[in-house]
């Protein structure tokens, strides 16, 4: 059972560039999450998703867009990345239910040049 | 939700029981606490949650004052394995709060 995987590990950017970042769950959880942490900080929600096809903002979602095609998989993408993205994101996912926990990825370490 | 406060840091020797406090004065009815732990450079764990009675899991004891105004997290037995920021969280239970406050934690260092 592999929980929630990221992909990818690391990544490399230059300013304007785009990529995507992948989240995939395999414990059939309805809601998905997408949070950055940078140094020193905790994290913060950028954009969550309650079920396939629906997405919302979180609490910092400027620069980002997201996608949810699939149940298992949450998309986070970087239109024109810019140096401030430069982060460590999390994805995590839970079950409908509100007191459930939420589970957590390994995290992307993105830096943009 | 609810603010949280915690100690920055804490030590704790290997064996021992690590308890780590956290202050939640403006908890409302339908909060629940949370507590996860980051380990070095990993996502974060979940390791439990309550609403306002005690609970116990393979991981930690979760107390909660009878006021809710404060609750511990307790490792009974903390090995090096547990050296980690720990994050107490309150986060209410209804549709619009679907996401986790993460604050700066407190960072537990166990001592061989």
């Known amino acids: 059972n592999a929980g929630v995987t990221q992909t990818p590990k690391f990544r490399v950017l230059k300013t304007g560039q785009s990529m995507t970042l992948l989240c995939a769950q395999d414990?059939?959880?309805?809601?998905m999450y997408w949070y950055r942490q940078d140094p020193g900080m905790g994290l913060r929600l950028i954009h969550y998703s309650v079920g396939e096809g629906t997405t919302a903002k979180g609490e910092v979602p400027d620069g980002y867009n997201v996608s949810r095609l699939k149940k298992q998989n949450f998309l986070l993408g970087l239109e024109s990345a810019a140096p401030s993205q430069t982060s460590v994101y999390f994805c995590a996912s839970s079950h409908r239910e509100f007191r459930q926990p939420q589970h957590f990825g390994d995290g992307t370490r993105l830096s943009i040049l | 939700d609810a603010k949280t406060t915690q100690p920055t840091s804490m030590d704790c020797a290997e064996g021992r029981a690590a308890n780590l406090p956290c202050n939640h004065s403006t908890i409302s009815g339908n909060e629940y606490v949370y507590w996860y732990r980051q380990i070095h450079s990993q996502g974060p764990q979940y390791i439990i949650h309550?609403?306002?009675n005690n609970e116990t899991n393979e991981m930690a004891s979760l107390i909660i004052t009878e006021d809710r105004k404060s609750s511990t997290l307790i490792l009974p037995h903390a090995t090096l394995r547990d050296t980690a920021v720990y994050y107490c969280i309150v986060r209410g239970s209804n549709f619009g709060n679907e996401k986790l406050t993460f604050g700066t934690g407190t960072r537990l260092t166990i001592i061989p």
């Open positions: 309550g609403l306002k």
């Open positions: 414990m059939n959880h309805e809601y």
